[in-house]
């Protein structure tokens, strides 16, 4: 008998409900640092669609304009850029809300942020510098397949300039598809 009480706990608790509105993503998109103090400082980003539209949730089968205006802080420029992408989704197990990371086999791993979109930034001088760029997200539509539309999503992006880590962010939000 309490083997069973403990399973029906647990059971019910498998299915319990969190709150899926983690830093506000159900309204917008959330950025943050992951250390303050890094040299690179993301002043504003905005996310648009094709038509200039800014719907919300970011629609990840469509073409995307980024506008990013980000300070590099530091006492020197950096030659060349990459990123690392890790992507967790936001879910409750047993009843305990958290990020769960996905696993993407290093496709996200070592991408070129130099020139990622259309835009190249590098080397990326010490000041402001703002990039104003159309982002193709097909190239990771194996990724994309396995996402669900109904939870939250974080990527931390680790952004590195010869093998060493200068930065990193995370990027909250909801997605939609189609």
């Known amino acids: 008998m309490k083997v069973l009480l403990v399973f029906l706990m647990l059971a019910a608790g498998a299915f319990a409900s969190c709150d899926k509105d983690p830093e506000g993503t159900n309204e917008k998109l959330y950025v943050a640092s992951c250390k303050p103090g890094d040299p690179l400082v993301v002043n504003s980003i905005s996310i648009t669609n094709d038509d200039g ?6 629609n ?5 304009n980024l506008l990013l205006n980000v300070t590099n802080t530091a006492k020197q420029a950096y030659p060349d850029l990459t990123i690392d992408a890790g992507i967790d989704r936001y879910t409750d197990i ?5 990020w769960i990371g996905i696993p993407t086999f290093g496709l996200t791993s070592g991408l070129n942020a130099c020139d990622f979109g259309d835009t190249n930034i590098c080397p990326l001088k010490v000041g402001i510098t703002v990039v104003k760029d159309v982002i193709d997200l097909s190239q990771f539509k194996a990724i994309i397949n396995i996402l669900s539309a109904s939870e939250p999503y974080r990527l931390t992006l ?3 300039s010869g093998g060493q880590e200068i930065s990193c962010y995370t990027v909250e939000a909801r997605i939609v598809k189609g």
């Open 158 to 160: 680790t952004f590195k």
């Open 53 to 58: 539209s800014t719907d919300y949730p970011v």
């Open 60 to 64: 990840v089968d469509a073409t995307l």
């Open 94 to 98: 047993f009843g305990i809300c958290s």
